[in-house]
């Protein structure tokens, strides 16, 4: 994290309270760089952690004054007047440099929070962390863009559940089979049905088998006795 605005994402990356971090004037600086980290690869930050800004790096103009060594201003003022204003200037950097698909993202985000879907689909994106939530809200941009495909499903089982296969009947235009190698629990079945409410047609018929591959004739690994599941 070189700029305040690669620090306010992480925070939102991991999900902290933005208001729980503390921008302050770096005692300590580099010239070159906006953020004066402890460790130059740090990657991840803490709940109520202090980050040290150089003011003059890109906020000089607005600093200057603050900052001048003849200013008789309290400490504790001038701390909390920087951690405000740095505040707003991270929040500022975030928008002015988000996509029109991050700015989609982030409203189709607030309904699905308001329960504009229903409680049952607020509640299960909540099982997602915050870096399957931004696939499966790009999964549904694209949906609504280019309509719902068998391919697009797909790509969502592949990214978000990487351990399942995903099989189209061919002698039924509608049917689904999906296979999970490992046992089914709540939190899993929750994920799954919400891909399948999401991005499944209507008519599509689904089936879920957990664990155990149903058997396909002429394919050996999944015909072995007690390690099959009927259809």
């Not at 046992?183 to 891909?195: A, R, V, Y």
Request: glycine share 4%; net charge negative; proline share 1%.
């Amino acid at each position: 994290m070189n700029y305040l605005w690669e620090a306010m994402i992480q925070v939102k990356k991991q999900g902290l309270e933005a208001s729980k971090i503390r921008f302050s004037m770096a005692k300590f600086f580099s010239a070159y760089m906006e953020i004066a980290n402890p460790f130059m690869n740090q990657e991840q930050l803490e709940r109520g952690q202090e980050i040290e800004v150089n003011l003059y790096y890109r906020f000089y103009d607005i600093f200057k004054d603050l900052y001048k060594p003849e200013t008789e201003l309290e400490t504790s003022f001038r701390a909390s007047s920087t951690n405000l204003i740095l505040h707003q200037l991270a929040e500022n950097d975030v928008i002015s440099g988000m996509t029109k698909e991050e700015y989609y993202k982030k409203l189709l985000m607030k309904d699905l929070e308001e329960e504009v879907y229903g409680v049952t689909v607020k509640k299960a994106m909540e099982a997602f962390v915050i870096e399957e939530q931004q696939i499966i809200l790009s999964g549904l941009l694209r949906q609504y863009q280019t309509g719902g495909s068998l391919d697009l499903f797909r790509e969502m089982m592949k990214k978000l559940i990487p351990d399942s296969i995903v099989y189209h009947n061919n002698q039924e235009t509608c049917e689904i089979l999906i296979y999970i190698s490992r046992k089914g629990e709540e939190k899993l079945e929750e994920k799954i049905n919400f891909l399948i409410e999401m991005f499944i047609d209507l008519l599509g018929k689904v089936e879920v088998y957990y664990e155990y591959h149903f058997g396909i004739l002429g394919i050996d690994e999944t015909m072995v006795i007690d390690e099959i599941a009927l259809c």
